[in-house]
């Protein structure tokens, strides 16, 4: 089996924060697929680490929602139901548009230009795993502006327990480019500093997402 390169160590970054980056990235790009288990034994060769920094890698990916831990199976891929997927994003709604409308008064041109090269880029990726990734990158900008990382950082676990799912919703390239352009609409509204135009647009973006995430677990 080929060994696989752990992400750089950075000062102040443990074995486990690694691990946890990089089964993270693995969930959310779709190379863990739902419900697939998640052998220790297996994934500790190939990543060349020993069980205890990934058993508590295990553990803080399952505080995030994205492992389960099943008796006599061990860890897995968490799944979701569509009551979940229903409740996830009603709670992203309600904390995303504190987060929005809070940051607005606070951003600066700069804080708005980070945001359109995040749109231009999605505009030019063709690789959808990348797409997920970007989406966050894009609302995240807006909403750190708020100064508020406790809510940011609520905001971005729920953002990654739909993050495997957003291919389907963005899967063909209307809803792609229904999605691109509620994102400007959303960054127009910033700019304008119109607080109610934007959370308009950021509800009904989150609204449609939820509806076809609902109708495919369904």
């Not at 709670?91 to 995040?118: F, K, W």
């Not at 676990?157 to 957003?166: D, F, I, M, S, T």
Request: contains cysteine; hydrophobic residues 45%; proline residues 4%.
């Amino acid at each position: 089996m080929s060994r696989v390169v752990l992400p750089l160590k950075r000062k102040g970054t443990s074995t486990a924060d690694r691990m946890v980056q990089t089964l993270r990235s693995r969930i959310l790009r779709g190379q863990y697929r739902a419900g697939d288990p998640l052998r220790q034994d297996v994934i500790a060769e190939e990543l060349g680490v020993s069980k205890i920094p990934l058993r508590e890698a295990l553990v803080q990916l399952k505080t995030e929602g994205l492992v389960a831990f099943i008796p006599n199976r061990g860890f897995v891929v968490s799944t979701i139901s569509a009551d979940e997927a229903r409740e996830i994003f009603a709670m992203r709604t309600a904390l995303e548009t504190l987060a929005l409308e809070t940051a607005i008064p606070m951003l600066e041109a700069e804080d708005l230009a980070r945001a359109a090269d995040v749109l231009d880029t999605i505009d030019r990726e063709a690789d959808p795993s990348r797409w997920g990734d970007l989406n966050w990158q894009f609302h995240a900008t807006l909403y750190q502006a708020a100064d508020m990382p406790l809510l940011l950082g609520t905001i971005q676990a729920l953002h990654n327990n739909v993050l495997r799912y957003l291919i389907i919703y963005l899967d063909s390239l209307a809803a792609s480019s229904v999605s691109q352009a509620q994102h400007r609409a959303i960054l127009a509204a910033c700019g304008e500093k119109n607080i109610p135009e934007a959370t308009d647009v950021l509800g009904r973006h989150l609204a449609q997402a939820s509806a076809i995430l609902n109708a495919f677990l369904t």
